[in-house]
């Protein structure tokens, strides 16, 4: 009996979304989403709440390859699949070790 072929598989997100929360300063709460806009103080501060939302959908990098290149037939995905999930938390600086300011 032989050894399963091993094969070399890549997945990548083909499509996904996040959806903030709390975003800490940076949210311009007090502006509708067209006046919100990045300037040089747009910024999350140390204390401040991130949390979002998330979902990402997965799939075989040959396949995605394939469909790009308009391959009639592109191949069965050996790998696929959803991503749901969230993260909420203070931002804080770090130990003193780390290199930045």
Known sequence: MHPPAVVSVTGVAKDGWIDFVNFGGA????????????????????????????HVELDDLRVQQALHDRVDLPPD???????????????????SGQTFP
Do not use: C, S, W
């Open 27 to 54: 949210a311009q709460p007090n502006k509708v989403p067209e006046d919100r806009m990045p300037d040089d103080q747009f910024q999350i501060n140390f204390g401040e709440r991130l949390k979002a939302y998330f």
């Open 77 to 95: 995905p050996h790998i696929g699949g959803t991503l749901d999930g969230d993260f909420d938390f203070d931002l804080e600086r770090g130990r």
